[in-house]
Structures are given as structure tokens and as C-alpha cells.
């Protein structure tokens, strides 16, 4: 029904995603300063993976829905996707992954503080990992066959990496795809040093937490300047901003491409 309104055809929802994700607080920000939530339109909190499985439903049916999108995710590239234009900068302008560490990490582990100054990869590098899972293998398996298909960037990776002698590190991530992809790698890559690696999943304040408190020793699920502005302002001092492991990163909110009249956040309003 192309000419009918989108909002009652969805009942004003947005679906989302876990209620940590800093996308959900963006979201959130944009349904109010886009005049959103005076005209009832809602964000619906759930999972990455009640979300992609509501998507893939509607797409199938040519529905119309509304989603909490980002790059890099296999969303992207299995569904005809496009992100609404969002004139007010919302999501911001562009956006990093960036590593993050404990404080003192560089002083009493000097080879994992090289590895995250030599840890970075590209779009096209990440999705192999995560279609990979996607398709039912494992994170590890997945992380393992990738190390084998890329020995000059494992060997870049490790350059200058000391030997871990058994040393016990613990990485915090989100189980969000691209951080399922990340950490599995860093923890194959460093355990081919001698390093004893132990990852940790757990939702975004935690990770940000755990590296914050020294808990774990770093994460590399810290999408920087504007998705996890909030945690980066509240443990600011904290933590050390180590490096990009991932540049072009993106968030917003998405819709098919079959969805012709709505381009931009503001259409939602008509
Ligand atoms: N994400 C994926 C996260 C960061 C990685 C966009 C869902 C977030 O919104 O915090």
C-alpha cells in the first residue's frame, strides 16, 4: 500500500535491538529531535537476533519495517537495505571501532599493547569472519580458518609482539557480529604468541566497565565518537584510547529498498 501511511502500518514501532547498544540511546535521541515521539512512534528493545530474524520475515513478505541498522553486519549484504538520511546528525558523521585498554596495560603487558597498536582490519576483512558465522561456524573455527587464509596479516599483527609466556589476558566484548569476529581473532592471533587468552561476552556498560575497573585487560567493541559517546564521557580518565581497529563504521536506521517513499528519518513523520 504505497500511498498509506507508514506509521499505522507498523504501529509507530522501531524494531531494536539488546538496550545497552549505544544505537538504542541514539535512537531514542533522534525519535526526539526528530518530532518523533510526539507523533507516538516508539523504539522496541530486543536482540540482534530477534531483530535480523523480524527483518528477514518482513522482507520475505514485502512488509514495511523500520530497524536499528549498522555497518559492518551481514545485514547489509543479505538484504536489500538502505540506511535513512538523517540531516540532523544524529548518528553522527563517521564513525570508528576502536580498542580500548585497562590503564597500565602498556607498562605490565607491553606485547598485547603492540598487538592493539598493530590490530586493524578492514570491512571486506570482518564480514569474511562474520558470514562465516552466520552460516553456522563457529566463532573460533571461523576466527582459525581466517588466521590461515591471511598469514601476512597475522604476521603484521604480531610484529613486535613479544612472547606471552603463558600470560593470562582477558578480553570483554559484545556479542554484537563484528565483536563476536574481533575478539575471536584477537584471542586465535595472541594465543599463536604463548598468550592465555580468556573472552568474555557481556552487554556494552559492563565492557565498558571491565576495562574501565581492570577487569579485562582491553575490548575491541568501542564504537567511537558518537555510538558509545555516553560510556566514553562517563569513564573518561579510565580507560586508554588505543587505537582504530576499524574505520567506516556506521549506524542508524534502515529500511528495505523496496520502502521507495521513505529516505530520510523526517519521511517517518508524513
Ligand atoms: N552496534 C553494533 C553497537 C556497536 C556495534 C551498532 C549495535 C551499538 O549500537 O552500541
Known amino acids: 500500500h504505497p500511498e498509506e501511511k507508514l506509521g499505522p502500518q507498523i504501529n509507530y514501532t522501531i524494531t531494536g535491538i539488546d538496550a545497552g547498544a549505544g544505537i538504542m540511546g541514539n535512537t531514542q535521541t533522534a525519535l526526539e529531535k526528530y518530532g518523533l515521539k510526539n507523533h507516538n512512534w516508539q523504539l522496541q528493545t530486543s536482540s540482534t537476533a530477534a531483530m535480523t530474524t523480524v527483518l528477514g520475515k518482513a522482507i520475505k513478505n514485502k512488509q514495511p519495517i523500520v530497524v536499528t541498522g549498522w555497518v559492518p553486519h551481514w545485514m547489509f549484504t543479505k538484504y536489500k537495505l538502505k540506511f535513512l538520511k538523517d540531516p540532523k546528525m544524529i548518528y553522527g558523521k563517521s564513525e570508528n571501532i ?24 578492514n570491512t571486506s576483512q570482518i564480514s569474511e569472519v562474520m558470514f562465516a558465522v552466520n552460516n553456522g561456524t563457529s566463532p573460533q573455527e571461523a576466527a582459525k580458518s581466517y ?21 593470562k589476558i582477558t578480553i570483554a566484548y559484545v556479542a554484537w557480529d563484528s565483536e563476536i569476529a574481533s575478539a575471536n581473532i584477537a584471542k586465535e ?3 599463536k604468541r604463548g598468550y592465555q587468552v580468556d573472552i568474555r561476552a557481556m552487554e556494552a ?4 566497565t571491565a576495562v574501565a575497573t581492570g577487569a579485562a585487560d ?9 555510538t558509545h559517546a ?9 580507560y586508554i ?6 574505520h567506516g563504521a556506521k549506524t542508524g536506521l534502515a529500511v528495505p529498498t523496496y520502502m521507495k517513499n521513505i529516505n530520510s528519518i523526517e519521511d517517518l513523520k508524513t
Request: hydrophobic share 35%; charged share 20%; proline share 5%.
Open 205 to 208: 556498560q559492563p565492557m565498558w
Open 241 to 246: 584510547d588505543v587505537h582504530q581497529n576499524l
Open 147 to 167: 588466521l590461515k587464509k591471511h598469514p601476512d596479516q597475522v604476521k603484521k599483527w604480531l610484529s613486535n609482539v613479544s612472547a606471552g609466556k603463558n600470560k
Open 98 to 121: 576502536h580498542s580500548i585498554s585497562r590503564l597500565g596495560l602498556q607498562k605490565d603487558s607491553p606485547g598485547v599493547y603492540t598487538f592493539l597498536k598493530n590490530f586493524s582490519w
Open 218 to 226: 582491553f575490548s575491541l567493541s568501542a564504537w567511537l565518537p558518537t
Open 230 to 238: 555516553v560510556y566514553a564521557h562517563k569513564f573518561k580518565g579510565k
Open 189 to 191: 592471533v595472541l594465543e
